[in-house]
């Protein structure tokens, strides 16, 4: 398995809608996906080859000065719990200490609301994230988002 930062927009989206078309229990909202694709283009993108196949991705986006987020993660089913995400991670996290950046943040749905996303809540929390907050207005009462951080020097 090996981890890759791609450079070429076209192939990072070309990899994000693979992955995330892939992934529709997680990301099943048409437009949500899209823009998850079309973001994709513009941040700092890593990606998990095996066999000359991409099956998972990671991307970071500047959200201030000294603050980056994990903006989308998709490994696919059957490279879960394997850990192909730890290592997405680790070389996002190494690339944003690299690139000065002083905090990690990443937003999923709080805890508890479904099992699915708890399984993504404590492979955050194993990562080093911190509860910050839980903010109910942004995606509605139905999917509370809770943003997790990361002190990275």
Request: charged share 30%; hydrophobic share 40%; net charge negative.
């Amino acid at each position: 398995m090996m981890i890759e930062q791609i450079k070429d927009a076209e192939t990072k989206k070309a990899v994000a809608r693979k992955i995330l078309e892939a992934l529709k229990d997680w990301f099943e909202v048409d437009e949500s996906r899209e823009k998850y694709i079309a973001e994709s283009a513009n941040q700092i993108f890593l990606a998990a080859k095996e066999n000359d196949d991409y099956v998972g991705f990671l991307c970071l986006k500047e959200t201030g000065k000294e603050t980056v987020e994990l903006a989308v993660m998709g490994v696919l089913k059957d490279y879960h719990r394997n850990g192909l995400g730890r290592k997405l991670f680790e070389a996002a996290k190494n690339i944003a200490v690299e690139e000065g950046y002083s905090f990690m943040q990443v937003k999923t749905v709080e805890m508890g609301v479904y099992e699915d996303y708890d399984i993504t809540n404590h492979f955050y929390l194993s990562c080093g994230f911190k509860e910050f907050e839980v903010i109910r207005e942004l995606w509605g009462e139905e999917n509370p988002c809770q943003i997790y951080v990361m002190y990275l020097k």
